[in-house]
């Protein structure tokens, strides 16, 4: 029996499957890098735990360890506000008219003047205290350490040498024109004590501490003066040529060829 196709009629194609070839249904390749990486993530966050676990267990005294940073510093700042502004205060008030009557003193060409004007700087005018009381109420403030210079150098003025020493040292400054001053100072105190050695120590310091055209020559001359003195003419010599060669414009160098030949 013959089977006869319908005309246009078409055998069915069985359905082809599409595949996502979007989709690659692969095992991923773990890099050893990345392996390392997420190890030291485990470490990590294992590290994290157990800090974790320490704060909670020593929370309390965390906070008391903050606690008492916290008051020290507010403590502090507290001190400085309420109590060593107002004390810096007083003392810039009454050290005000120390300093006009000790620039006075130093432009004073009257020897009892000047003797006169350096007690008051010391002892006080104009119902404010003096110097002295300004160094001893304000120790520590900016004001009571420049107070020690003025009552150092209005002792060395008035012959109190001993006194005179033992204020400057307790100065110090950042200013080293004004260091070079004060140590120079200290050698002269030790120079009218008859204590050579010591004034050539002090010379010595004021001279090299800050380089310059006018406190560098000045003190140089004085060691000189006084290696002389103390008969070691190789150091004296060593001061003044030194004056010679690079402070040749300074008063200190006008005569110092006659020195020069002293020290020779």
């Known amino acids: 029996m013959a089977t006869y196709n319908k005309r246009?009629?078409?055998?069915?194609?069985?359905?082809?499957?599409?595949?996502?070839?979007?989709?690659?249904?692969?095992?991923?390749?773990?890099?050893?890098?990345?392996?390392t990486t997420a190890k030291a993530f485990d470490t990590l966050d294992q590290g994290a735990s157990k800090i974790e676990d320490w704060v909670a267990k020593n929370q309390k005294y965390i906070l008391k360890a903050l606690l008492a940073v916290v008051i020290v510093t507010v403590g502090y700042l507290s001190y400085q506000k309420f109590v060593v502004e107002p004390k810096e205060?007083?003392?810039?008030?009454?050290?005000?008219?120390?300093?006009?009557?000790?620039?006075?003193?130093?432009?004073?060409?009257?020897?009892?003047?000047?003797?006169?004007?350096?007690?008051?700087?010391?002892?006080?005018?104009?119902?404010?205290?003096?110097?002295?009381?300004?160094?001893?109420?304000?120790?520590?403030?900016?004001?009571?350490?420049?107070?020690?210079?003025?009552?150092?150098?209005?002792?060395?003025?008035?012959?109190?040498y001993d006194v005179a020493i033992q204020y400057l040292e307790k100065f110090s400054s950042k200013d080293n024109f004004l260091s070079s001053i004060a140590l120079g100072a200290i050698g002269d105190a030790w120079s009218q004590k008859n204590d050579a050695n010591k004034a050539l120590e002090y010379y010595e310091k004021a001279a090299r501490l800050?380089?310059?055209?006018?406190?560098?020559?000045?003190?140089?001359f004085k060691a000189g003066?006084?290696?002389?003195?103390?008969?070691?003419?190789?150091?004296?010599?060593?001061?003044?040529?030194?004056?010679?060669?690079?402070?040749?414009?300074?008063?200190?160098?006008?005569?110092i060829d006659a020195l020069i030949g002293m020290a020779q």
């Open 8 to 35: 246009g009629y078409k055998t069915p194609k069985e359905k082809e499957e599409k595949l996502d070839n979007n989709f690659i249904e692969d095992t991923p390749n773990v890099d050893e890098k990345d392996s």
């Open 210 to 220: 800050n380089t310059n055209e006018f406190t560098t020559p000045k003190y140089l």
């Open 225 to 255: 003066q006084t290696a002389l003195e103390l008969g070691n003419k190789a150091v004296a010599l060593k001061y003044f040529t030194e004056i010679k060669e690079k402070y040749e414009a300074t008063p200190e160098a006008q005569n």
């Open 89 to 160: 205060e007083e003392a810039t008030s009454d050290l005000f008219v120390a300093q006009q009557n000790f620039q006075l003193a130093a432009d004073a060409t009257n020897p009892k003047s000047q003797d006169s004007l350096y007690n008051l700087v010391l002892k006080g005018s104009e119902g404010k205290q003096g110097a002295v009381g300004i160094a001893e109420q304000y120790a520590g403030t900016d004001s009571g350490n420049i107070a020690n210079y003025y009552v150092g150098i209005a002792n060395l003025y008035l012959k109190k």
